[in-house]
């Protein structure tokens, strides 16, 4: 909870700092240094440990958000990060930022999964019926997992409508297990 509470924080700052043009540059930097936190066990060791100095830490983000194609105001954002000991919150302050982002444009962020890849048709079928049924733009990400067994799993913020075989089946499997 506090660490929510903490990269809200930060991703407001830093979401009030930026001009429009910035914006979604930013936040695909943070996004790519989110991820190679909880990817890369390296990155994890060298902005935590104490063996490496704060310069050193700087450079290292830095050149990493350069490469990510961050924007000049986000340069000094990862600085402040490392030397108030708030790196190891990139990943969920680029969400919190996103989500920033999203509120902004007006758009709601959902993640469709399948036990196969949907066709195109299929998929633009289900964009327009999400942006139908919830009034407004939708960013939705498309993703197959084949031990959904069939139908669908979405994902709208928090809430989850979810009608694969496998959530059936454990919805089934629950109820029978019941005392």
Do not use: W
Request: proline share 4%; with cysteine.
């Amino acid at each position: 909870m506090i660490k929510t509470a903490v990269a809200r924080r930060y991703a407001q700052a830093l979401f009030e700092l930026l001009d429009q043009s910035n914006i979604e540059a930013t936040r695909g930097t943070l996004n790519g240094l989110g991820q190679a936190m909880k990817d890369s066990s390296s990155l994890r060791h060298v902005v935590a440990s104490p063996a490496f100095g704060v310069e050193e830490k700087i450079a290292v983000l830095t050149e990493l958000g350069v490469r990510l194609g961050c924007p000049p105001a986000g340069k000094p954002f990862l600085s402040q990060l490392v030397k108030k000991n708030r790196v190891g919150f990139l990943p969920e302050i680029a969400d919190a930022f996103g989500k920033l982002v999203d509120q902004a444009k007006g758009t709601q962020q959902v993640t469709v999964l399948s036990a196969t890849a949907l066709p195109p048709a299929e998929q633009d079928r289900i964009k327009a019926r999400l942006r139908e049924t919830l009034k407004r733009a939708v960013d939705v990400t498309f993703q197959a997992d084949a031990s959904y067994l069939a139908g669908l799993q979405i994902h709208i913020g928090s809430t989850v409508v979810d009608s694969t075989v496998r959530g059936r089946l454990n919805d089934m499997q629950t109820m029978l297990t019941r005392d």
